[in-house]
């Protein structure tokens, strides 16, 4: 007899000692499975774990807040009984994506002011925009809505850098997304702070608020070296390092900010900060496309995470972020879609094909940035450039149960050589059925269960009112 079924045997005899010999094979069965609160079973299950195992078919079993098991469904079958089960037939079941770089309010701006190069857009739309409206109740708004996009495209994690966080973490939590987010801090008066000091002041009450938070993880936010001084930026690193909390920061994002960098005798942003003593764990940089090989060197000692957000970089025209490069490096490289105004959405697996798509065309060579790399990028690799890889971002055990289901059975799908080529070639956010973060179902066969769309759709339409009355001006 196999050591488990005669473990099952005697555990079934000690259970019921009284019924005359011995168990139905069924009774030994059921006195061994554990409950869990929920399997997914019958779904291709892409892992992104150690050995990058692809179970077809496969089985997640979830249990509180954690994955408890990652299997073939027999084997979940007879080591669990379920009190929620979730057909996953026809779809893959992966680890939920994990957005990197992002203003999630700014999805109230999406499609404001198109077509512009990044300072001018920020300065004749966004930045007056900003001035005029962002309250807690814009912030509120713009984070639900962008909540909603973004369970429904199977991001189960995003980074956020804006005003009033309280209020982003607050939605998100309400909404059960997981969030690394931060109070952006702004030399010029912003919303919700007139002075730098005041946005420090700000920063580290969003973070005694929620530090520990099972879902918020706070963290920094100084904005840039171009809207930053340095006393300022090392101020900001230096509460970041008080608190042990991550550092978010624009990085080397467009030419323009080369040049401020020379104007203070360095001769990129990463040298700039390299100088402040600014660069170290956990700082991510957003973008990273103007950097040398130096510079990536740099930003691989000192254990900086990197956030690509090639849709972002392309309709700003900033240029192309040497992706290739910091990989060969070994710089933890994450994807973003960084807010909508400049994507226009949050579809993480846009920005997936995108990353593809832009690496082989920029080197003219197909085999640069593979799917399973790109993947990577979303999953695992985001989790690492957040700091956060013993917690999220692959299917496996002891884990966070943070994972979504696709659909790959429609017309668009069939058929499905390979499953990790169609996650990045194939699948759009709409495709997503089901999310799940921290153990909690957000969606279910794409019903949100923790936002009422059609009021939050509703509302956000209502501040669009306010924001085209505001910019009226710049669009003439
Ligand atoms: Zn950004």
Redesign the pocket.
């Known amino acids: 007899m196999p050591a488990r079924r005669f473990l099952a045997f005697a555990l079934a005899a000690i259970l019921w000692p009284g019924v005359a010999g011995p168990a139905t094979s069924a009774q030994a069965q059921a006195a061994v499975r554990k409950r869990v609160a929920l399997v997914i079973t019958n779904a291709t299950v892409v892992t992104v774990d150690g050995a990058r195992r692809i179970l077809a078919p496969g089985a997640v079993a979830i249990d509180g807040t954690d994955i408890v098991g990652v299997d073939t469904p027999a084997a979940i079958a007879a080591a669990f009984q379920p009190r929620q089960t979730i057909d996953g037939t026809g779809q893959i079941v992966m680890p939920g994506l994990i957005n990197t770089?992002?203003?999630a309010p700014m999805v109230l701006f999406r499609g404001l002011g198109s077509d512009l190069n990044l300072m001018d857009w920020l300065q004749q739309y966004i930045f007056p925009a900003e001035a005029k409206l962002v309250t807690p109740a814009f912030v509120r708004t713009g984070t639900q809505l962008a909540a909603l996009e973004m369970i429904r495209s199977g991001t189960t994690t995003f980074t956020d850098?804006y005003y009033f966080e309280e209020e982003v973490a607050r939605a998100a939590s309400e909404a059960g997304l997981r969030g690394v987010l931060a109070e952006t801090i702004v030399k010029f008066p912003v919303p919700g702070a007139k002075t730098p000091e005041e946005g420090l002041a700000r920063n580290e009450r969003f973070i005694k608020a929620w530090k520990g938070n099972a879902l918020i993880t706070p963290a920094v936010a100084p904005h840039a070296i171009y809207t930053l001084d340095g006393p300022t930026l090392r101020a900001a690193r230096e509460l970041s390092k008080r608190h042990d909390v991550p550092t978010l920061i624009?990085l080397a994002e467009s030419r323009d900010e080369t040049k401020i960098a020379e104007e203070r005798r360095a001769s990129s942003p990463v040298a700039y900060l390299e100088g402040l003593g600014f660069l170290g764990p956990g700082v991510v940089g957003?973008h990273g496309v103007w950097v040398s090989d130096a510079d990536i060197q740099v930003l691989k000692m000192r254990n900086v995470g990197i956030s690509h957000?090639p849709e972002?970089n392309m309709k700003t025209a900033s240029g192309v972020a040497p992706i290739p490069k910091y990989l060969r490096a070994g710089v933890s490289i994450g994807l973003g879609t960084?807010?909508a105004a400049s994507n226009n959405d949050l579809d993480m697996f846009e920005a997936m094909r995108v990353a593809a798509l832009l690496a082989k065309h920029e080197s003219a060579d197909p085999s640069t940035l593979t799917a399973r790399t790109v993947l990577e990028m979303a999953t695992i690799r985001g989790a690492r450039a957040l700091g956060m890889e013993g917690r999220i971002g692959s299917l496996e055990p002891r884990k966070r149960a943070d994972l979504i289901t696709v659909s790959v059975s429609g017309a668009r799908q069939t058929p499905m050589y390979d499953p990790i080529s169609h996650l990045v070639y194939v699948i759009h956010g709409d495709d997503v059925r089901n999310t799940v973060v921290n153990g909690k179902v957000l969606m279910r066969d794409r019903n949100v269960l923790t936002l009422d769309a059609t009021a939050v759709i509703a509302e956000a339409r209502s501040w669009a009112a306010k924001v085209r009355a505001a910019v009226k001006p710049a669009a003439n």
Do not use: F, I, Q, V
């Open positions: 770089h992002g203003h850098m624009h957003a957000n972002s960084d807010g």
